[in-house]
């Protein structure tokens, strides 16, 4: 039998939100690759199902581990958490295809969506990417923070709602004030700002508060942050984006 390779996400966390398609993925596995704590989301499916767990920032030497074992014929699925396309492992895997051996170009490679982290957040609240709107990560693994702070003023300028995806880290903990401090030179101070942490399991929590009054130290490494535009505002106990730029009608 010949091996593929599925990258699936778990979704927030809960397991209503993990997708039919990648529960019957995870069930056809003899192989699941992924960061620790991801795979122990996931229920033992079969007895003969061999777990990979690795740490979370070896995603290169995972994805890469991943497709040997399905060039040798194994039934591989790789595990992210949320969606496994936004900010995770479905494009690290395609760049160690890229960057690999040339006959991992023809495995049968596959990705399922999943609830990602910015979805089951706006849920929590209301609607608050009603509008447009875009993600961004501030992890400064991957790329300048010059490069995060160009991008969180474009944002602000085109007045995009902000999805903040890393607010935070142990390793990084002035950043999201520096954000902050950027979007504050551009966007009013009234602006409502979301901090949703562990959007999507029953220990999710909201903070609503405004870009003026927003705390960097409210979010951690769950929390995704959520900017709104000009248009974002509140009803009742809800935050919402109207679908039209004007007032309400
Ligand atoms: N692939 C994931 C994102 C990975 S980046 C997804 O699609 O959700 C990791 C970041 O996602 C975290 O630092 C946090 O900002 C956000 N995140 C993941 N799960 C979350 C949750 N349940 N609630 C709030 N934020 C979450």
Redesign the pocket.
């Known amino acids: 039998m010949s091996g593929s390779l599925v990258v699936v996400?778990t979704g927030?966390?809960k397991a209503e939100l993990m997708t039919p398609a990648t529960l019957a993925a995870l069930a056809k596995a003899t192989d699941l690759v992924g960061y620790g704590p991801y795979l122990d989301r996931i229920p033992p499916a079969r007895s003969d199902q061999h777990r990979h767990a690795s740490d979370n920032r070896a995603e290169l030497a995972r994805a890469r581990q991943a497709l040997s074992l399905a060039a040798a014929g194994r039934q591989v699925v790789v595990v992210?958490?949320?969606?496994?396309g936004?900010?995770?492992m479905a494009a690290a895997v395609f760049e160690a295809v890229e960057t690999g051996d040339p006959a991992w170009q023809a495995l049968d490679i596959r990705v399922e969506p999943?609830v990602?982290?910015m979805l089951?957040?706006a849920a929590e609240v209301g609607a608050p990417l009603g509008g447009d709107f875009c993600a961004i990560?501030l992890s400064d693994n991957l790329k300048a923070w010059a490069t995060i702070e160009h991008r969180l003023r474009s944002a602000a300028q085109a007045d995009f709602v902000i999805a903040l995806?890393?607010?935070a880290s142990r390793a990084r903990p002035h950043q999201l004030a520096r954000a902050f401090e950027q979007l504050r030179s551009i966007k009013a101070g009234d602006t409502p700002v979301l901090f949703?942490?562990?959007?999507?399991?029953p220990e999710a929590q909201v903070l609503a508060t405004t870009l003026a009054a927003a705390d960097a130290a409210s979010a951690d490494?769950?929390?995704?942050v959520i900017v709104g535009a000009s248009t974002t505002r509140r009803v009742g106990r809800w935050v919402y984006t109207p679908r039209s730029e004007g007032p309400a009608s």
């Open positions: 996400g927030p966390g992210s958490g949320g969606d496994p936004v900010f995770a999943g990602t982290a089951a957040a990560s995806y890393n607010p949703v942490r562990a959007a999507g399991t490494m769950r929390t995704l």
